[in-house]
């Protein structure tokens, strides 16, 4: 019977699909596609915490249980400090394309309201929600820097960036500076800090993978004794010193992994 399993395996991988089928099914069930492209929602920091907890004591015990909800949590609070630096990072290049936009526009002689209306049809959802409200907010005549501050605390991933726009509006207000000349003078800025921020990041990857290596080397350590027969595995589950010395390690492990990052995340800029 298992000389005839290779066989099966090959006649359903040639009986797969092609991508022209695949297509043809997706536009046949357009409501399956749009289930399947619809993003999983992402658990919460108590669930996580809590599974960690769960799974650590069922594996090692009550001080498995402890060093698991120290490491879950570490890592997660790692994992939405590196998804909050991507949003940022992603969110300031779109107000820098829509600002380059809107300078084009207001060098044409547009007025900022009609200027930023038009610049807020080619950005992004979150640029254009800040130059929607600039529109309106100049329309009305009203104050823009105070505008872009609510739209910041809607879309915090913004704040720095509009921060800099309502800096420049107010000057050019105040002092009477070309409007299109101040902006285009964040723009820049703008894009110099967002290249900068991109190549950190890129020459931050290798220190951070070893940071990871690191970190996963005593588990390795663990699994390497269990294979030679020592039996780290007992010790660590079933005596009183090895549930000390399971605490202390996921101890030494989220500090070094905390360090680590402190030390990098100086390099970054915010």
Known sequence: MTGFAPLVFALAILALPSRAAARRLAILRPNARRWRAGPWPRPGTAAVLLTAAVLGF????????IAATMLAGTVWRRSRASRGARTRLAATASITAALGGFVVEL???AHPASAAAGAAEDAGALAAAALTAVAATA?????????????????????GALDQVGAAWRLADRHGVALAEVLDAVRRDLVQRVRFTRQVHARLAGPRASVAVLAALPVLGVLLGELSGARPLHLLCSTTIGQTLLVLGALLICAGLGWSARLTNQAVPT
């Open 58 to 65: 069922a594996l090692a015990g009550v001080g498995g249980a």
């Open 139 to 159: 329309t009305l005549g009203g104050d823009v820097a105070l505008a872009l501050q609510g739209v910041a605390a809607d879309h915090p991933a913004l704040a």
């Open 107 to 109: 060098r044409a002689g």
